[in-house]
């Protein structure tokens, strides 16, 4: 069953603007991480945010982590067209031999 | 170009018939997935392997069989495929277990009839 749900599932934003994309998840985490799916492909790692960490920064991408209501969120900033894509968090559970586990994911749209 | 390789990209397969995704990795990589997509329900992990010559159970392994002779390659196998393994499958590696953070091939589209 799917860890972390995302939110919205699908946004529509003007390009030079800023995407929020949340996300929500139910046990403890070792760490959460951002993937990006270009159509027709596979996904791309984006960032990563370990439990004990709250903010993370790479390029336009910002994370946030707040384990105490089990939410992260992804911002990207100075959104361009080529940013359109389907973005998943994957939520790493503590516990031996536990496994990445994704959301379904957000679809952004950037319009040019 | 380092990465993951996954064969065929597409195929169409009558109900019944025996299919193996193939799937390489020329990373060196320790750990490999196998995930499914489909539309609405994301990615659901399939089957895994921890390091050649191990293999476990993912969240829907049922229908499917996996093995890991060696380091590079990770074939999942359908042994007698139902319209309901009609998904989009994903093989993926990552340098550790603990390292958590996946490389992912791109995507072999199964159409069972």
């Known amino acids: 069953s799917q860890q972390g749900e995302e939110d919205p599932q699908a946004l529509s934003i003007q390009e030079g603007e800023n995407a929020t994309m949340n996300c929500s998840y139910k046990t403890s985490i070792n760490n959460l991480q951002w993937y990006r799916q270009n159509s027709g492909r596979g996904l791309v790692h984006l960032i990563l945010i370990r439990s004990n960490e709250r903010e993370k920064h790479s390029g336009r991408l910002r994370v946030t982590l707040d384990t105490s209501k089990k939410s992260s969120s992804l911002l990207i900033t100075a959104s361009r067209a080529a940013d359109t894509a389907s973005y998943f968090c994957?939520?790493?559970?503590?516990?031996?031999?536990?496994?990445?586990?994704f959301g379904k994911g957000i679809t952004l749209s950037v319009r040019p | 170009i380092a990465g993951i390789t996954q064969a065929p990209t597409s195929q169409i397969l009558a109900a019944g018939r025996r299919m193996t995704l193939r799937c390489t990795q020329d990373m060196r990589h320790n750990a490999m997935y196998w995930y499914r997509q489909d539309l609405g329900l994301g990615l659901r992990l399939i089957h895994y392997s921890n390091t050649a010559g191990t293999t476990g159970k993912g969240e829907v392994p049922d229908g499917y069989s996996v093995s890991r002779a060696n380091t590079d390659d990770f074939p999942l196998t359908l042994a007698s495929a139902v319209p309901s393994q009609t998904s989009v499958y994903f093989c993926?590696?990552?340098?550790?277990?603990?390292?958590?953070?996946?490389?992912f091939g791109a995507g072999s589209r199964l159409t069972v009839l």
């Open positions: 994957a939520t790493a559970p503590t516990g031996a031999n536990s496994k990445l586990t």
């Open positions: 993926a590696s990552s340098d550790s277990v603990a390292s958590d953070v996946l490389t």
